[in-house]
């Protein structure tokens, strides 16, 4: 899971760009980069780090052009973050830079198709690579020409992919048939045109959502201004549920569906499935449980507390490339509040049991205060591996892959456990369509066992390396 933004407008974009990556930098922490066209050449500059390290007021001077696309990642795949930070670029058939949200089931194939040309273990190099290949065998890169590279990407590529790209003087975008990564189209009133994973990085350059791209749509907008469209692979809607639950800022709307009251919604069904009798007081773990902790303490009329106080300058752990970086990181993270849980009988609300490592620690915080804690968890248990973007490519890593809800409970060292009911997640999100892959088993697009296998050895090799 990443974060993506693209701009084409009248003046120089890499302060909309910079102020863009910044509003999405929750979705990735491992690297960023920015390329810009300044009529002549693609000028990219990226690194490791957060967005506000690498792009200082000299880097932005030098990034001159009225287009371009950035990139914050968050890493599912390889060991060199450097080496696979976005964006990429070829120079031929033409200039072209490409930035991605999204996992390629069948990367290793394509991988060794273009193995001539891949110099990282991104996906999203294979990607352009294909693009450019399909691109370079037509006569004249026009928009037909783009269109149908764009085609050949969609007919290849398995996998979940939002792309933007820079791409014969305009600007591209477009989003694989299940739409399983948002990609959002915005504008702002000086005709300047946005892409972005998130609305969120509308708000913060001045712009307006203007729709969504949809499943298996390729969007392009010419260095006119002008918007050309082509749904080229169009498939049922499989909108990852993960983004409402977790991923994306609750002040974003994607896929028509805000963050926000999502959230809400998701506390209201869980409000169904807990006892109030058994809580004295409702206690979020920050942040992203917030919103669903509160609405489910208005639901029962319990009070809900900030029971846990968290240190802001601690990144995401989930996203922590590894599981040393991820324990220390909660030790640092998250102190509790002792008058607020100190011998009460606590509802502690979270948005998912993933490892089950961070909600053990968690539980055991706030259980040093505690009379007991009631374990609330915004999504249903996770089963399955995603081989989309989020990380956990192997059922072993899944703490409910083959535990029982009681194992589960007893696992983390909480009293009580309730998990949200499927039913109930599709009610509170409410979009058309979404990948609960992660939850079912049932994959938007095809995944052998032999797919399975290989993820999950290679994702297991890069944590090996990774430490």
Known sequence: MCGIIGAIGTRDVAPDLYAGLIA?????????????????????????????????????AELRGRMGIGHVRYATIGTKPYRDAQPFSVSE??????????????????????????????????????????????????????????????????????????IKRGMLAFRDPHGIK??????????TKFFSSESVAFDAVGAKIVRDVAPGEAVYIDSTGATHTRMIK????????????????????????????????????????????????I?????????AAQSLAEELKVPCREGLMKNRYI???????????????????????????????IGLVDDSIVRGTTSKKIVALVKKEAKRVHLIITCPAIRHPCFYGIDFPSSKELIASDRTEKQVCEHVGCDELTYMTLDGLKRAIDVDGLCLACLTGEYPTTVTEEDKRRVCESREKDRVERG
């Not at 690498?54 to 932005?60: G, H, N, P, Q, V």
């Not at 752990?317 to 998250?334: G, H, S, W």
């Open 315 to 345: 990144g995401r752990t989930f996203i922590m490339p590894t599981q040393a970086q991820r324990d220390r990181a909660v030790r640092t993270k998250l102190n509790p509040l002792a008058f607020v849980v100190k011998d009460k009988n």
């Open 24 to 60: 999405v930098q929750h979705r990735g922490q491992d690297s960023a980069g920015m390329a810009v066209f300044d009529g002549a050449r693609i000028e990219l500059k990226k690194s490791v780090g957060y967005v506000g390290d690498i792009f200082d007021s000299s880097a932005l």
């Open 182 to 191: 948002p990609l959002v189209m915005g504008e702002r009133e000086d005709g």
């Open 234 to 281: 169009p498939e049922k809607p499989a909108h990852c549920m993960f983004e409402w639950v977790y991923f994306a800022r609750p002040d974003s709307t994607m896929d028509g569906r805000n963050v926000y009251d999502a959230r809400l919604r998701l506390g209201q069904e869980l409000a169904k499935l807990v006892e109030k009798d058994d809580l004295d007081v």
């Open 283 to 291: 206690v979020p773990v920050p942040d992203t449980a917030r919103t």
């Open 93 to 166: 058939p033409c200039g072209i830079a490409m930035a991605h949200n999204g996992n390629t089931v069948n990367y290793d194939e394509l991988r060794e198709r273009y193995a001539d040309r891949t110099r990282s273990n991104c996906d999203v190099e294979v990607i352009l690579h294909r693009f450019a290949d399909a691109l370079s065998r037509e006569k004249e890169i026009d928009l037909r020409a783009i269109f149908l590279a764009v085609e050949a990407v969609m007919n290849d590529v398995n996998g979940s992919y939002a792309v933007v790209a820079l």
